[in-house]
């Protein structure tokens, strides 16, 4: 199983920028579909962006054309570019890695304040 572990988060102001990473050991990174998925407070986990093996991305409604997901199989990392951000994109931003079985990152904390 792949071990997760995400960085990048923080405060920023509304409009700002941030690039989350998630960097995984342990497996063969290029064969796991990798996402980000996020958390508010009480709001369930939900689905922000994907990518496939081949680099075929998804996006959430909520994110498309202000974020991009991106993966790099020589440094076993998937970042999440988040432009244009708005306090309702705070969160914990998890990293998820599938392949046959999910693995989850511990979450990094994004706040989006003035």
């Known amino acids: 199983q792949v071990q997760l572990v995400e960085s990048g988060g923080g405060l920023v102001q509304p409009g700002g920028s941030l690039r989350l990473s998630c960097a995984a050991s342990?497996?063969?990174?290029?064969?796991?579909?990798m996402a980000w998925y996020r958390q508010a407070p009480e709001k369930q986990r939900e689905f922000v962006a994907g990518i496939t093996t081949g680099g075929r991305t998804n996006y959430a409604d909520s994110v498309k054309g202000r974020f991009t997901i991106s993966r790099d199989n020589t440094k076993n990392t998937v970042y999440l570019q988040m432009n244009s951000l708005k306090p309702e994109d705070t969160a914990v931003y998890y990293c998820n890695a599938n392949y046959l079985v999910d693995s989850w990152g511990q979450g990094t904390q994004v706040t989006v304040s003035s």
């Open positions: 342990g497996s063969v990174f290029s064969i796991y579909f």
